[in-house]
T-cell receptor
Framework: DQQVKQNSPSLSVQEGRISILNCDYT??????FLWYKKYPAEGPTFLIS?????DKNEDGRFTVFLNKSAKHLSLHIVPSQPGDSAVYFC???????????FGKGTKLTVNP | DTGVSQNPRHKITKRGQNVTFRCDPI?????LYWYRQTLGQGPEFLTY????????KSRLLSDRFSAERPKGSFSTLEIQRTEQGDSAMYLC????????????FGPGTRLTVL
């Protein structure tokens, strides 16, 4: 029973263009959503988060959008840079639990 | 912040052996987590400590797995009678405070069971 789905295993974009990574979830109790990126042989690194009371959060080149009715969130990276090439994980959590529930990840490749 | 550290970074063992991993969280982080990641999957939650108390455990944490955080600082994860299916990356994370914030992950320990 996969509660978090990242349906695109991979995404390739050109440097300078927008990258859009999507995440769908089934558990309506999730109320805090985090994005992590992971380089090979390293642990996940926190990128940006959003609370369920918001529908948008922005931090520099990174923006996360949350559509609670659709149980969908997306991460926008503008402009994309080659150093953004990594695996991106969506990881929601719910109040009363400390565990993050990770999707399978999307491998982003930004081509120079 | 010196970051979360994990040792060893790599461990190769034979089936049936016991292994132990260590995690040193960021100092002053009272919350510590263990996750496991297998190929092509995202990290899966194993267990959570607040100070020295183990407060949440996943069903993935079978009776062959045990985790401790004796003084509320570093933590150990032991796997007894390892099986080939235990081969994975074992990740430790920590965070502080009661507000909702991110978990900081260590580099992981890669376990290979032959």
């Amino acid at each position: 029973d996969q509660q978090v789905k990242q349906n695109s295993p991979s995404l390739s974009v050109q440097e300078g263009r927008i990258s859009i990574l999507n995440c769908d979830y089934t558990n309506s109790m999730f109320d805090y959503f985090l994005w992590y990126k992971k380089y090979p042989a390293e642990g996940p690194t926190f990128l940006i988060s959003i609370s369920s009371i918001k529908d948008k959060n922005e931090d520099g080149r990174f923006t996360v959008f949350l559509n609670k009715s659709a149980k969908h969130l997306s991460l926008h990276i503008v402009p994309s840079q080659p150093g953004d090439s990594a695996v991106y994980f969506c990881a929601p959590t719910q109040g009363g639990s400390e565990k993050l529930v990770f999707g399978k990840g999307t491998k982003l490749t930004v081509n120079p | 912040d010196t970051g979360v550290s994990q040792n060893p970074r790599h461990k190769i063992t034979k089936r049936g052996q016991n292994v132990t991993f260590r995690c040193d969280p960021i100092s002053e982080h009272n919350r510590l987590y263990w996750y496991r990641q297998t190929l092509g999957q995202g990290p899966e939650f194993l267990t959570y400590f607040q100070n020295e108390a183990q407060l949440e455990k996943s069903r993935l944490l079978s009776d062959r797995f045990s985790a401790e955080r004796p003084k509320g600082s570093f933590s150990t994860l032991e796997i007894q009678r390892t099986e080939q299916g235990d081969s994975a990356m074992y990740l430790c994370a920590s965070r502080r405070g009661t507000t909702r914030n991110e978990q900081f992950f260590g580099p992981g320990t890669r376990l290979t069971v032959l």
